[in-house]
Nanobody
Framework: QLQASGGGLVQAGGSLRLSCAASGRFSSINSMGWYRQAPGKQRELVAL??????????NYGDSVKGRFTISRDNAKNTVYLQMNTLKPEDTAVYYC?????????????WGPGTLVTVSS
């Protein structure tokens, strides 16, 4: 299960921080991050942390590079998205996503979504 928090209403130029915690029975997390979907648009990647033997990596959508920062607390199975310099076009429902390994099988989970509204 994924439990997200931190959405809300903010003025353009402001900041918000989203968090998402994964719970349940799994042995490891392959990736964890955020996607978003604005009205009338397709769901798109916001930011993703990918586990790896050399510390892993992060991917960002082009529209948020330099403004958003993703981080993960492995001890808490929680991912954070710090969103700075928010723009009205960042308004969307943000979905937490996690790919976990349980019983040698990868499972994909989506959180229920949290609304971020940026006013101009």
């Amino acid at each position: 299960q994924l439990q997200a928090s931190g959405g809300g209403l903010v003025q353009a130029g402001g900041s918000l921080r989203l968090s998402c915690a994964a719970s349940g029975r799994f042995s490891s997390i392959n990736s964890m991050g955020w996607y978003r979907q604005a009205p009338g648009k397709q769901r798109e990647l916001v930011a993703l942390t990918i586990s790896g033997t050399s510390g892993g990596s992060t991917n960002y959508g082009d529209s948020v590079k330099g403004r958003f920062t993703i981080s993960r607390d492995n001890a808490k199975n929680t991912v954070y998205l710090q969103m700075n310099t928010l723009k009205p076009e960042d308004t969307a429902v943000y979905y937490c996503n996690a790919k976990v390994i349980a019983w040698y099988t990868e499972y994909v989970y989506w959180g229920p979504g949290t609304l971020v509204t940026v006013s101009s």
